[in-house]
């Protein structure tokens, strides 16, 4: 608002004497012409009109083009703050539905805490049951929120041909690929898609880097 008000009093300023030289020199010509004092009186109630109006008219316009100059660079402020706001809020969402289901891995078949255990202290028996019961409990959750099934319905092992036109997204080449297809090779891994995603829902948290938060048992 300051800053309106600067720019108006300068440019008012400017206009008033730009003004005030022309009504000058209008008396001075009546003067010049020697014309009767009616006709001057005349002449210059009219003058004094006129320019009083394009005086209005002339502040007027130079404060509404100040006040809209103003808003846009308002606007603009505001709509990039709003912006980033919602930018970083997108961004923490997107890692929660990352780290979700990681955490229900976790909070249902402790995958992390399988994952971080140091297994060289462990013989192979216990890491087998172990290994067992992590299993079952984290392909049920995967079986729910993501169920798959193979890219490929071939085993791995038989040889395939893959034409002309394939798709690189869901065929991946290896080994010696030279030349142009169709290709002759053996498959060594089906790959996996999703059949559909049940997104599970979000927790409240805040911290999107939580996977899981400490338990503290109160004795």
Request: include cysteine.
């Amino acid at each position: 608002m300051d800053n309106i008000f600067k720019s108006f009093s300068r440019r008012a300023l400017i206009v008033i004497l730009l003004f005030m030289i022309l009504l000058c020199i209008s008396f001075n010509a009546g003067f010049f012409f020697s014309l009767t004092p009616n006709i001057l009186i005349g002449l210059s109630t009219i003058a004094s009109i006129v320019f009083t109006l394009l005086l209005w008219m002339s502040m007027r316009s130079i404060l509404s083009g100040l006040i809209k100059k103003q808003k846009p660079i308002k606007s603009k402020a505001i709509d990039k703050e709003e912006s980033l706001i919602d930018k970083e809020k997108q961004e923490n969402i997107e890692k929660r539905i990352f780290l979700h289901l990681l955490s229900i891995l976790q909070r249902e078949g402790r995958l992390i805490d399988f994952l971080a255990e140091d297994l060289s202290m462990y013989e192979d028996e216990q890491i087998g049951a172990a290994v067992r019961d992590v299993h079952e409990k984290c392909k049920k959750i995967i079986d729910k929120y993501v169920p798959s099934q193979p890219i490929l319905n071939q085993d791995e092992g038989d040889e395939i041909t893959v034409e002309k036109g394939f798709d690189a997204e869901q065929i991946k080449l290896i080994g010696n690929v030279t030349g142009e297809p169709p290709f002759k090779g053996v498959l060594r891994h089906k790959g996996w898609r999703a059949k559909k995603l049940n997104l599970p829902t979000l927790s409240n948290i805040k911290d999107s880097t939580i996977i899981a938060p400490a338990e503290v048992e109160i004795l």
